[in-house]
């Protein structure tokens, strides 16, 4: 960072590729194949505008003075109520309700981390959460998921002051963690006392098969009453209704619950009560259900077109899984001179953004990858973008 202010250290370890690749959405021209964003057509604009309009005139309190730090008492039970079932008992001391996932992230560093605490993190890792917890100084022991071998939960978390995967779909890679994964991670989660984050933006959004248990269900099922065990799920409106009212909530044991409302007090008091009463309204009246059916329709499309246009164009340059839903395509470089920060630059020349694999990796080192969003482009666009790509990526082999 270019500055003679005293700004803080952690400031100078950002990382430059992520500042780019967000800022390309405002260029002209530019196909975005770098972001995580919604569409935005099938968001339910007239009926939300209909329930903030009534929250403040009907519910003024509630919408327009503060909140309690831990939310609106009906929306912590309507959450709970959601997550219920035969084995998960929940109320709302196992419910916070947080600005965004993102602000849970950031809290649980704020109650979890001391200077160089340790995460056990899924790699690659979600780039918000590295950023979250970069002030905090954070050492890294990774973990590879992908592959046949018999993933080692145990090691992995034991003596980590916190574990940290997003089991369906992850952001960047577009994995699914599979079932004997998930139990094992529960295993070691409840045999080693660390807690596990299990954060889920993208669970709704299975395009090929019905969803696998979450990590909560799994822990829960151990154990009898409201749940108090080490895994602390995550949730979000933004992939499943409309990001810009910044709700998330946080479903841990009643003490996690606690110690993050501490965190939270000290950082924004509380969330929007209008947006509470919003996501409130939205979850009584299914809402989410009901844009659920023709978000899925639309994204299931992009994800065939992106995948037959990557097929069609990038076969040679690049190797992928295709993903069972969320929104992102992990792609591998073949040829081990691609370096994708410097595919970005090139990238962006022949009009197309894709994210490089260094932003999520906490020391920058992977640089053989790409992470391509299929959620937010007409296919027109995808095909184009994944066209503009190939010439760059053989644009730039040719330099090397
Ligand atoms: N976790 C993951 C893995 C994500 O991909 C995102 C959104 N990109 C978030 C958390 C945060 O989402 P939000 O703050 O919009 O709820």
């Known amino acids: 960072m270019i500055s003679k ?11 430059e590729v992520t500042r780019i690749f967000l800022a390309a959405g405002e260029i002209p021209d ?23 309009y009534k929250a403040v005139l009907e ?21 709970a109520e959601r997550y219920n079932n035969n084995e998960t008992k929940l109320t709302r001391d196992n419910v916070l309700v947080t600005t965004g996932g ?40 990774p973990m ?23 089991p369906n779909f992850s952001n960047p890679s577009g994995f699914l963690v599979p079932l004997e994964t998930r139990k094992s991670f529960v295993d070691a989660a409840h045999a080693t006392g660390t807690l596990l984050i299990e954060d889920d933006p993208y669970g709704t959004l299975y395009l090929d098969g019905p969803p696998l248990p979450r990590l909560l269900d799994l822990s829960a099922k151990r154990q009898i009453g409201p749940y108090d065990g080490p895994i602390v799920y995550l949730g979000t409106l933004s ?64 994800r065939d077109v992106l995948c037959d246009a990557m097929e069609a164009n990038l076969s040679e340059l690049f190797q992928w899984t295709k993903p069972q839903g969320g929104m992102f395509v992990w792609a591998q470089a073949i040829d081990p001179r691609i370096d994708t920060n410097l595919l970005l630059h090139t990238a ?38 994944i066209k503009r790509l190939a010439t760059a990526t053989r644009r730039l082999l040719a330099e090397s």
């Open 239 to 302: 992939k499943m209704l409309v990001p810009g009212l910044r709700i998330g909530w946080v479903i841990g044991a009643p003490d996690v619950i606690t110690a993050l409302t501490l965190a939270k007090q000290g950082s924004d008091i509380c969330t929007s009560g209008l947006c509470q009463k919003i996501a409130q309204e939205a979850f009584s009246q299914g809402l989410i259900e009901d844009i659920l059916a023709p978000t899925l329709s639309i994204y299931k499309t992009r």
């Open 348 to 385: 962006m020349d022949c009009g197309v953004c894709v994210s490089p694999s260094s932003a999520f990796d906490p020391s920058g080192a992977n640089k053989n990858s790409i992470r391509i969003n299929f959620t937010l482009n007409e296919p027109d666009k995808l095909n184009v973008g």
């Open 59 to 79: 519910n003024t309190e509630e919408a327009l003075a503060y909140s309690p730090i831990e939310g609106l008492p009906r929306l912590r039970d309507v959450i």
């Open 5 to 15: 202010r005293p700004f803080a250290k952690w400031l100078g370890d950002t990382n």
């Open 30 to 52: 530019m196909i975005n194949l770098a972001g995580g964003l919604p569409e935005p057509s099938v968001w339910p604009a007239d009926i939300i505008a209909d329930m903030a």
């Open 102 to 141: 993102m602000q849970a992230l950031d809290l649980l560093g704020k109650i979890m981390l001391d200077e160089g605490g340790l995460i056990a993190g899924q790699f690659p890792t979600y780039l918000g959460a590295l950023d979250a917890w970069r002030p905090r100084k954070p050492s890294y022991r």
């Open 144 to 166: 590879h998921l992908e592959g046949n071998k018999k993933f080692d939960a145990h090691a992995a978390l034991e003596g980590a002051k916190f574990g940290y995967i997003v």
